[in-house]
């Protein structure tokens, strides 16, 4: 299949509701359960589609309603035909569990069992998913793959293959497994292929899943979301843990934070509960049930403040969060957007203020090339020179610097020197495919004795209160 044989999907009425895609009855309560009655343009677009038995290749923003594009037609199909199977595989385990959440809360009938094969879990539990013969397994393509390896999962009855956010696994370097897995797989089967960009490696992989799919494209996979205002704080690196900690004083609610490396996330969140910040850390590390623990109580509003790897950036999908601080800048331009897109969900307003200092030139262009790539921009306007900290600190209205609008999107950098997170450390990315999970010392909560009253006084009615991270 050469790109000219790709199919564009016709431009079609926007469906007003999901009764006009057939949908078998008991579904269609479940959706209503779910509170599901206006389709997204993705889910208008993938459904009918999919309902088809069409091969899907669709791009559309994080936040865009993908899961139900694709799971809810999935699920259609494994109630017609009791003896078909499915398989999802995503990027990431928190990507993978939270999709199995939102499916599972779609299947209206008893025999479609579930699994979930993702790093990080005792293979013990995963085999007694196994043994109870799921007919639908959600997992990351490491996890997938071992289990092939193993002989504990079969995967000849698969009619239906979902490949979500298929960029970031490449970029994770799991190219190999993909390829792997796909020998076990059916010739004969439906698949859809989901990615947030499409260079040259998506399209190859296209070539050889898919059959001539339908192409399915929803808004710009380069341009923020409208309801994102972004901001722009231009320091010195010396004074970029100050400007971090006078943005959490002059904001409300929910924050995450980025940064670059996986033990810079746990030194600046210990650093910032020391300043009775209630804050918390989540990267490549941590052992399965500590990430779960930590992402649960962020979205229980146990701790305000979460201090992330790109690790977060796709698939976290917690309403509540109101900002989002690049604290330190992302490693390839399109992980910004994803980065941002953790705020203004279901659409609600957010922020994303990006901590940019003179180090950060290159990369900063980078950015503002991939969001506006017939834009010619002034060396003034990408990046601080040396010596000089413009906007270091959040004016009391809670802005934090220059603001850009949506099509003028930038922030990229390496960690800082002063307030460092992780200097010259190796980056989560790129390290291809998940890091092996070792055992860990105990984490306990830091001292208490440093001052500061931080930005938690805002985040509750009780007013700032001490935080222990989890151990």
């Known amino acids: 299949m050469s790109n000219t044989e790709m199919k564009q999907a016709e431009t079609t009425e926007m469906k007003s509701d999901f009764s006009s895609f057939g949908l078998p009855e008991k579904l269609m309560q479940a959706l209503v359960r779910m509170n599901f009655t206006t389709p ?102 490491g996890r997938i793959n071992d289990h092939l390896t193993r002989g504990t999962v079969k995967l000849n009855r698969t009619a239906f293959l979902v490949l979500d956010e298929t960029d970031r696994m490449l970029d994770m370097g799991f190219s190999v497994q993909l390829e792997k897995i796909a020998q076990y797989l059916p010739k004969q089967r439906q698949t859809m292929m989901f990615s947030a960009t499409m260079p040259s490696s998506i399209m190859k992989i296209a070539n050889s899943y898919l059959h001539n799919p339908q192409r399915i494209t ?40 980025f940064v670059k490396t996986k033990h810079g996330t746990e030194r600046l969140a210990d650093k910032l509960c020391r300043e009775e910040h209630r804050a918390d850390a989540i990267h490549g590390d941590l052992q399965q049930r500590k990430r779960d623990r930590v992402i649960q109580s962020f979205r229980d509003k146990k701790f305000r403040v979460l201090v992330a790897t790109d690790v977060a950036a796709r698939g976290l999908d917690i309403p509540h969060i109101e900002h989002v601080i690049n604290y330190d800048l992302p490693q390839v331009p399109e992980d910004y957007i994803h980065r941002i897109g953790r705020t203004a969900r279901a659409g609600a307003e957010g922020s994303a203020v990006n901590l940019l200092t003179p180090s950060d030139r290159i990369k900063w262009k980078a950015i503002q090339r991939l969001m506006n790539p017939n834009e010619k921009f002034e060396e003034e306007a990408s990046a601080p020179r040396r010596g000089a900290s413009r906007g ?27 307030g460092s997170t992780g200097g010259g450390e190796r980056s989560e990315r790129g390290s291809g495919g998940f890091v092996p999970f070792h055992e860990r010392k105990k984490f306990g909560g830091p001292s208490r004795d440093g001052g500061g009253t931080g930005g938690n006084k805002r985040f509750g009615s009780s007013g700032p209160k001490k935080y222990t991270r989890a151990a």
Do not use: H, W
Not at 237 to 252: F, H, I
Not at 393 to 416: E, I, K, L, Q, V
């Open 218 to 257: 929803v808004g710009s996979t380069t341009t923020p979301q409208a309801n994102i205002k972004q901001e722009l704080v231009q320091v010195n690196e010396s004074d970029k843990y100050s400007a971090l900690l006078s943005q959490l004083e002059n904001r409300t609610g929910s924050i995450i934070i």
């Open 392 to 418: 270091g600190s959040a004016p009391r209205s809670g802005g934090g610097g220059r603001s850009f609008s949506s099509d003028r999107n930038s922030s990229r950098g390496d960690g800082p020197r002063g």
């Open 40 to 141: 997204t343009p993705i889910q208008s677009q993938a459904i009918p589609l999919a309902m088809q038995g069409k091969d899907i290749l669709g791009s559309a923003q994080t936040g865009t309603g993908k899961t139900g594009a694709f799971g809810i037609p999935l699920i259609a199909k494994l109630m017609e035909d009791p003896q078909a199977c499915a398989l999802v595989m995503t990027p990431t385990r928190e990507l993978a569990a939270q999709v199995l959440a939102a499916l599972e809360q779609m299947i209206p009938v008893p025999n479609i069992k579930t699994a979930l094969l993702i790093g990080g879990e005792p293979m013990p539990k995963q085999f007694n998913q196994l043994k109870n013969m799921p007919r639908l397994i959600v997992g990351t393509p």
